[in-house]
C-alpha cells in the first residue's frame, strides 16, 4: 500500500453543491466536512480523473501495458485494463483510493476563524454568494423568478490523500501523474467559468 497527497490549485472560485438549500435564499449550498469548513468529495475528484484516464488510454502511442478494453466489449474481470485496474469497475476493486479534498492545512484556521466570527447558519463568510439566472432554452432570455443564489469557495488550493492499494508499475504510476495533471476543472457550473483547475490534480509525496 502507498500513501500519497494530491493538490488542487483552483484558478477561479469552486461550488461543489449538496443537494441542500435554503428556500428563497441561498438555493444551493457546497459541500463542507464535519468542522463545516468547504471540502471537496473525493468521488467528484475520482470521477473527472477517471474521465481523463479513459480519453489518454484511447489516445495512440501508449506504452503497451497501458491498455483499456475495447468500448464495444464485455467488461474487465479477470485480466482489467489499466482503467478498470486503477479506478475500479462493477467486477474490479479499485486500486486507487481518492480521499477527500480539505483546504490546505495553511487556509484551516483562517476559513475557521472567519466562520466562528459570524457563525450565520444561511450566509457563510468564507464563501461568495454568487447570484444566478435561468435561461430559456428556446428564447435564449431569462426566465421570469428565476433569479437564484449559490455558493462558490473563492480560488484557494484543497489536498487530499491518494492510497493505492496495491503495488503499481511505475508506467501506471506516471499515467496517474499524467491523467490527472489533464483534469481541467471540478465541481458545478462549468458554464460561468467555476472551478478551474491550474495544473490539474497534483500528485506530490513519496513513490511507488
Ligand atoms: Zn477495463
Same mark, same amino acid.
Given at each position: 500500500m502507498t500513501e500519497l497527497q494530491y493538490e488542487l490549485k483552483f484558478r477561479t472560485s469552486v461550488s461543489t453543491f449538496t443537494g441542500l438549500a435554503i428556500a428563497g435564499l441561498v438555493d444551493r449550498m457546497i459541500v463542507r466536512n464535519d468542522e463545516g469548513l468547504p471540502c471537496i468529495s473525493g468521488s467528484s475528484v475520482k470521477g473527472r480523473w477517471r474521465f481523463f484516464a479513459e480519453r489518454l488510454l484511447r489516445?495512440?502511442? @501508449?506504452?503497451? +501495458?497501458?491498455w483499456i478494453h475495447d468500448?464495444?466489449?464485455? @467488461?474487465?474481470? +479477470?485480466?482489467?485494463c489499466t482503467l478498470c485496474r486503477l479506478f475500479g469497475s462493477p467486477a474490479v476493486p479499485a486500486m486507487l483510493q481518492v480521499g477527500q479534498a480539505e483546504l490546505d492545512a495553511s487556509l484551516k484556521s483562517l476559513f475557521k476563524a472567519l466562520l466562528d466570527s459570524d457563525p450565520n447558519p444561511v450566509i457563510h463568510p468564507d464563501t461568495e454568494i454568487r447570484p444566478g439566472i435561468c435561461l430559456?432554452?428556446?428564447?435564449?432570455t431569462a426566465l421570469p423568478d428565476h433569479l437564484f443564489f449559490e455558493e462558490a469557495v473563492p480560488p484557494v488550493i484543497f489536498s487530499g490523500q491518494l492510497i493505492i492499494v496495491d503495488s503499481i508499475s511505475p508506467a501506471e504510476r506516471q499515467f496517474l501523474d499524467i491523467s490527472g495533471r489533464l483534469v481541467d476543472r471540478l465541481g458545478g457550473r462549468k458554464a460561468v467559468g467555476r472551478g478551474i483547475l491550474e495544473g490539474g490534480i497534483r500528485i506530490n509525496g513519496g513513490s511507488v
Open positions: 489516445a495512440d502511442g @501508449l506504452p503497451a +501495458d497501458l468500448s464495444n466489449g464485455p @467488461l474487465c474481470k +479477470d485480466n482489467p430559456s432554452r428556446f428564447r435564449r
